[in-house]
């Protein structure tokens, strides 16, 4: 009897717990699609805790059975992975970040968030490419094809590129660093925007 008992509540709890975190999962990604894992980016303000609450929910996008991950968030972060948190700044036409430092052959997960009202993407380029890939970006204004790239010229410069973001909308991007160390421009490559849209990933051994 007792232990017909503890099953059943076993089963409870868990029932309880998957629900939960569904609904969670839910009303996070309420928004749109688009970002892979949207829900940190803005329910983390305050940094250090953040930071390692950030990538454990970007590797554990389903929750469901493991329950005690709750409890211990910070586990399942990657090695020597770095967090940056870049945003587009309301009316001003410009990234809050001019420059971010990686090391050369980390992993970088570089959250997004488009707190414009207008639509921004952000690409980075190759060492030296920022006059290219500004000049490529503008182009777009005149290519039929420029939405469905989500402006994401067409250019071997291109080292990494997010999607289309609109406004309020948040991207997280996944990669790992280059292995030769320099800087390496981004921009925002919507036709017109990269000349206040720019900054620099610098890259160290
Ligand atoms: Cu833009």
Redesign the pocket.
Known sequence: MKKIFVIFSCVAIFTACSSDSEKTASTDSASTEAAVSEAPADSSSTDTASTSTTVTTTTTATPAAGTPAATTPAAAAPAGAIVINISTVSEEMRFDLKMFKVKAGQKVILNISNNDS?Q?NLIIGKIGSLNKLGAAADALAMDPKAAELEYVPRSSDIFQASSLLNADENYTMTFTAPAQAGDYPFI?A?PG?WRM?QGVMRVEK
């Open positions: 207008q921004h925002c919507f925007h849209m």
